[in-house]
């Protein structure tokens, strides 16, 4: 069983990049762009975690966060929560949705270090039967370099 992660962020950049970074190491990635989006693939496809931006359009971090605290999902996902300066606050009820908290990347050579403190994060929440290995299709071995998502970041 593959560990699915969900990244909703507004920015489609950031969440192209860290979903090709994602696929690599072998985890199945979907994305959303607006709270609608999220909302929609948190009931399609129920996602292992949820890698959430507080900015995203069409209600929020917080927004998201109250859905899965009023109308509780089949499977509850990790939540994710990216940090960056002048975030709006989540509400004191909804902090207890929040399993972890990360630095949003703010520019590409920030991007490998968040990539990686991401991958430990899920791998403390998700049994290790789901957790994939690493895999670089070209070479049979994760990558070591993400030249490539440059084109996204810089988009």
């Not at 690599?24 to 129920?46: K, P, Q, S, W």
């Not at 902090?95 to 990539?115: A, F, K």
């Amino acid at each position: 069983m593959t560990t699915i992660i969900l990244i909703a962020d507004h920015d489609r950049g950031l969440a192209q990049a860290l979903d090709r970074s994602l696929r690599t190491r072998g985890f199945e990635v979907a994305t959303a762009h607006n709270a609608l989006e999220c909302i929609y693939e948190l009931r399609d496809n129920c996602p292992d975690v949820l890698i959430i931006d507080p900015c995203i359009l069409w209600g929020g971090g917080a927004g998201v966060l109250q859905l899965l605290n009023d109308e509780e999902p089949v499977k509850r996902p990790t939540v994710i929560y990216l940090e960056s300066p002048g975030n709006p606050s989540v509400p004191e009820h909804l902090q207890s949705r929040i399993d972890e908290r990360i630095q949003r990347p703010q520019c590409l050579s920030e991007l490998m270090p968040c990539v990686e403190s991401l991958v430990d994060l899920i791998r403390s929440h998700i049994p290790a039967a789901s957790i994939p290995e690493a895999v670089d299709t070209a070479k049979g071995t994760a990558p070591t370099s993400f030249a490539v998502d440059r084109q996204y970041l810089n988009q």
